[in-house]
């Protein structure tokens, strides 16, 4: 059927004001060709749906039977035109985000907020995993971006936005030697148990703590591992061995956890949190929450 929008506007708009005459003023058009217009929208409903009268144009039973259907269409037609270009313009929509535990004691609090505030209108999804597992969902596309612990390994499929820089503490029991103590130098725990980040779910983090260890002459005995920092301290608590842990992690700790600066040069900055997409992404929502973070964190 090749109706057109444009028909039904032209149609409405005959019957609302009651004149040919009036409605082609209106709409900007010769009379003539909305006469042609309206004569073509009857042939293909195959019904007369307007009449001339002395009092001016009424609608037939046909025509007010498609009244209704028409502004609704021309109403649909709108929203979908706008909707999308809400979506276009990071207005609308939805942002899959994923996330790792450490990005909720201060980043997500912070910048999620403030980009609902910014964007209501856009459903934010959250999703919390291991910095692989959120590479791997970013990957087959099964969330939009997420926030990572780095350094994570180079990928040029992915594009990487450093949102902040920390530094790695060492955490022991309260009851250990060393609770005392307000920094040490790593080369002092040589004979103790460690407790890393599991090699494969949070490899960036599993591979920087190595290569502090190694920097400070000794290869870490490892006691245990695991794929979140709660996890990770709470094995700490326990007496599982000491832990190399992002400083940030000291505010949100167990009571029963001791953190020590570490004098080590390598320590310093060595670790970041990253809000990391696809490098071919289209979805505007990640623009506009990276330009969030980067804003609130300058």
Not at 140 to 148: F, L, M, Q, R, T
Not at 211 to 229: D, K, N, T, W
Request: aromatic share 6%; charged share 20%; net charge neutral.
């Amino acid at each position: 059927m090749a109706i057109t929008l444009r028909q039904f506007q032209q149609f409405i708009t005959i019957a609302q004001v009651g004149s040919y005459r009036q409605a082609a003023e209106r709409l900007f058009i010769a009379q003539p060709a909305l006469s042609v217009s309206i004569q073509k929208l009857e042939g293909e409903v195959g019904a007369k749906l307007l009449e001339r009268g002395a009092k001016g144009v009424t609608l037939t039973p046909a025509g007010l039977a498609l009244m209704k259907d028409a502004k609704a269409a021309l109403f649909y037609a709108d929203q979908a035109c706008r909707s999308a270009r809400l979506v276009a313009l990071g207005e609308w929509g939805e942002l899959r985000l994923g996330f790792v535990g450490s990005a909720t004691y201060k980043l997500l609090p912070l910048c999620i907020p403030a980009f609902r505030d910014r964007h209501p209108s856009v459903k934010v999804e959250l999703r919390e995993d291991s910095t692989m597992g959120l590479i791997n969902l970013l990957r087959s596309h099964e969330i939009d971006a997420a926030v990572v612990r780095g350094p994570i390994v180079e990928d040029p499929t992915l594009e990487e936005c450093v949102l902040e820089y920390d530094d790695l503490m060492l955490a022991v029991s309260v009851g250990h030697r060393f609770a005392e103590r307000r920094e040490i130098a790593l080369h002092e725990c040589h004979n103790e148990d460690f407790v890393l980040y599991a090699s494969t779910a949070v490899p960036g983090l599993h591979r920087e703590a190595l290569s502090l260890c190694h920097q400070a002459g000794f290869m870490p005995r490892i006691s245990q591992e695991a794929l979140q920092v709660q996890t990770l301290l709470s094995l700490v608590a326990s007496g599982m061995g000491v832990a190399l842990v992002p400083a940030v992690t000291r505010s949100y700790s167990p009571q029963h956890v001791h953190f020590i600066r570490l004098t080590d040069a390598g320590a310093r900055r060595c670790l970041s949190l990253s809000l990391v997409a696809c490098r071919d992404t289209r979805s505007i929502l990640v623009t506009r929450l990276r330009d969030t973070m980067r804003e609130l964190i300058a």
